[in-house]
Nanobody
Framework: QEHMAESGGGVVQPGGSLRLSCATS??????????MAWYRRPPGKEREAVAS?????????ADSVKGRFTISKDNAANSPTLILQMNRMNTDDTGMYYC?????????????????WGRGTQVTVAS
């Protein structure tokens, strides 16, 4: 059974950095269309996609985080860990961060309706 669990959230000052991790298990990691992503939900706003890695290894970022955030996968273990390195953070980066996954190419392409989710980790940027 697929499982995802985020960690690494916390409070950081503007301009600071945080590294989020998403431990995964139970997925078919050899599936060519396995896509993973980070989402966030700012306070009082809709959930939004932050970054994604497609089954082919294509990486996309939201315009608001380009050049500051980096998504990657640590494949050292049998169950890869999804990473989000966040640098030069600002108050707009505050929110609950979730990792998500899908095996459906259209969901990855449109970044919606992902079927697998973690419970989230809170990130707060404040001075």
């Amino acid at each position: 059974q697929e499982h995802m669990a985020e960690s690494g959230g916390g409070v950081v000052q503007p301009g600071g950095s945080l590294r989020l991790s998403c431990a995964t298990s139970g997925f078919d990691y050899s599936h060519p269309d396995l896509c993973m992503a980070w989402y966030r939900r700012p306070p009082g706003k809709e959930r939004e996609a932050v970054a994604s890695i497609s089954g082919e290894g294509n990486i996309r970022y939201a315009d608001s985080v380009k050049g500051r955030f980096t998504i990657s996968k640590d494949n050292a273990a049998n169950s890869p860990t999804l990473i989000l390195q966040m640098n030069r953070m600002n108050t707009d980066d505050t929110g609950m961060y979730y990792c998500a996954a899908t095996y459906l190419r259209w969901q990855c392409r449109e970044l919606r309706s992902f079927g697998y989710w973690g419970r989230g980790t809170q990130v707060t940027v404040a001075s």
